[in-house]
Structure formats: structure tokens, C-alpha cells
């Protein structure tokens, strides 16, 4: 049986679809009962819990051989994961797949990427196997931005005129319903990424002829971009960690992989492919 994390998420939702898809046993971590009967009633295996509950986490992954870790954003995820691979170790699991980020870095400014890396590496050192999946960017992350682009017809971020490698949640599953139902992928650290180096430019030209509506895309301060985020309610941490996530990413070169077509064996969605999918979103 295979005990997933975050499964409420946008990432854990669909692994949790594509694995009782393809006949698995689930069990699921959930802290709000009224999602867990959604869950429930897939024959989905419950365990009503939160992450910070380090002393029932052991008991959480009873029953379970493998375990994909999908961590939330929290001040303390770093935490929160290293007692989930201590109770992991305790409990027998003989394999952990993790999603982590291709920025992951112990001494970055980025509270996100510095928490995956902390994390990263105790989950090494365990004696756990373990596979960590680095992910790029979700393409998915343009959906919290309809609502500016279809009002102000806007895309306004921190990236300069940088390119970028989204790839879509639903790559980001398939290879990791593949690690979790194949044997070979122990020890190793994939680098995922979708097929196409975009610039910000590149991907409101793309969302314009999806929407039917002109976007242009501004390369907002920083500054400004966290006060936007502040001002809809992001706490102030959380607008710092997102903000600097993105002014990392308009630094960087990023280089394409072929871990989606290897491993999951398909071509990575491309942008369209994934704009044309929620039309019903951004327009
Ligand atoms: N966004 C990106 O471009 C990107 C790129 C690479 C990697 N990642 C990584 O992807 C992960 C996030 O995945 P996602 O977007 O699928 O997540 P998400 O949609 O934000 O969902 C977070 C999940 O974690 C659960 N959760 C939060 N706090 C919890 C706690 N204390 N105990 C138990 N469960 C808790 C939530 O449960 P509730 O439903 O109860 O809230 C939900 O299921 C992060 O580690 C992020 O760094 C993101």
C-alpha cells in the first residue's frame, strides 16, 4: 500500500487518481474530515492527521511499503519532513519518493527552496531508499494569475525577460506513479522539466490566443509583486518566499530533461497542450 502526503494538493490529487487507476492500494495523511470522505468513498484508506502530529505519524503508515512525500509550503516543512522519514524509517517503509524543487539549496534566500534542501538531505543520510523528484516550475501556477490576466489583461512577474521550463502536474504524476509501481529508481535524484524553454513574453502570447484576449506580460519590482501578494492576503513570509522564488528563477539558465519522456514515457504536455486544457479558467 502506498501512504501519500499532501493528497488534498494539486500534485497529490491526481497521484492519488492516477495510482487507483492503475489498481494500487492508497492510504492518505488528511487533517479536514470533510475531505477525507470525498476520499473515503473512492475506498481510499484515511488516516485523519496533520503533519505537526509527529507522534502519530508512525501509526499514520502502518500497513503502507512505500511512501510519496509531498510537502507543504509551511515555515516548517524541513521539520515536518524529517519526523515523517523518522516515523517512515520506524514503520518499515522501504521506499520514499519525494517532491522537491530543481532550486533546492541549503543556503538559498528562498525559504521554499532552502526547507526541500534541508530536507533532501536528512531523507540521504536516512537509510531509507529513497527518489527525489526536483521539479521545475508547475505550468499550473498561471491559473492563480487569471483572474489579473482576464480583468487587467496582465500577466505581472518578478522574471525579467528569463526563460523558464513549466511543466505540468500531470507529468510531474506520471513519473511518479512510474517510480512508485517500478523497480530501479532507488537512490536516484530526477530533474523534471517540461519540453520547452518559454519566457514570460513567449507565455502571455500563448495565453492571449487561449483567452481570446490580449495579455501582456510586465515585469513587475519585486517589491511590487510582494505587496500584490500581501494585499490579497498572502502572509508576509509567504509573499518573501514567493517573491524570491521567482527573482531566483529570472537569474538562472535552466536546461531541459528528458526525465518526463524517459521515465514516464510519454512527451512532456506542452504549454498549449496545458493553456488549451483550462480554457474554461483563463477566459
Ligand atoms: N508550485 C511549483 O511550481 C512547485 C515546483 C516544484 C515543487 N513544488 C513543491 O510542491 C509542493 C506543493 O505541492 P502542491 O502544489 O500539490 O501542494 P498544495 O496544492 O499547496 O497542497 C498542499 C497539501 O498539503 C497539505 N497540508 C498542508 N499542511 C499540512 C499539515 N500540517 N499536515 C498535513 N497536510 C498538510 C494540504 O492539506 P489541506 O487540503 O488540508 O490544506 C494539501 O493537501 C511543495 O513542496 C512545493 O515546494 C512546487
Known amino acids: 500500500m502506498i501512504f501519500v ?40 484508506s ?48 522501504r521506499h520514499v519518493v519525494k517532491l522537491s ?20 538531505q536528512y531523507l540521504k543520510q536516512s537509510g531509507i531508499k529513497f527518489t527525489i523528484l526536483q ?11 487569471a483572474h489579473e490576466m482576464k480583468t487587467k489583461g496582465t500577466l505581472a512577474l518578478p522574471m525579467r525577460d528569463a526563460k523558464t521550463v513549466p511543466i505540468d502536474i500531470r507529468d510531474v504524476v506520471r513519473v511518479g506513479s512510474a517510480i512508485l509501481t517500478e523497480e530501479g529508481h532507488e537512490g536516484k535524484t530526477y530533474n523534471l522539466t517540461g519540453s520547452e524553454l518559454l519566457s514570460l513574453q513567449e507565455i502571455a502570447e500563448k ?18 509583486f510582494k505587496q500584490t501578494l500581501i494585499r490579497l492576503g498572502v502572509p508576509e513570509w509567504f509573499a518573501e518566499a ?18 518526463v519522456t524517459k521515465v514516464g514515457r510519454e512527451q512532456p504536455i506542452t504549454f498549449n ?3 488549451w486544457d483550462y480554457k474554461a479558467i483563463f477566459t
Not at 135 to 145: I, Y
Not at 207 to 223: M, R
Not at 242 to 259: E, F, H, M, N, Y
Open 5 to 44: 502526503t499532501g493528497a488534498t494538493g494539486r500534485v497529490g490529487g491526481k497521484l492519488v487518481e492516477s495510482l487507483l487507476r492503475s489498481g494500487k492500494r492508497v492510504k492518505v495523511l488528511v487533517r479536514n474530515p470533510q475531505k477525507a470522505t470525498i476520499y473515503q468513498a473512492l475506498g481510499v
Open 46 to 93: 484515511v488516516f485523519l492527521g496533520d503533519l505537526n502530529q509527529s507522534d502519530r505519524l508512525e501509526e499514520a503508515l502502518w500497513g503502507c511499503d512505500r511512501l510519496f512525500s509531498i510537502p507543504p509550503n509551511t515555515m516548517n516543512q524541513a521539520e515536518q519532513e524529517i519526523q515523517l522519514y523518522q516515523a517512515a524509517k520506524r514503520a518499515e517503509i
Open 101 to 120: 524543487t530543481v532550486k533546492s539549496d541549503p543556503e538559498s534566500p528562498c525559504q521554499f527552496f532552502k526547507q526541500h534542501a534541508i530536507a533532501e
Open 135 to 145: 521539479t521545475n516550475s508547475f505550468m499550473q501556477n498561471f491559473l492563480w494569475f
Open 207 to 224: 495565453l492571449s490566443i487561449v483567452a481570446n484576449q490580449k495579455i501582456t506580460y510586465i515585469d513587475a519590482s519585486p517589491l511590487d
Open 242 to 259: 514567493v517573491t524570491t522564488s521567482w527573482q531566483i528563477a529570472s537569474k538562472g539558465r535552466p536546461t531541459l530533461t528528458d526525465t
Open 273 to 275: 497542450e496545458f493553456a
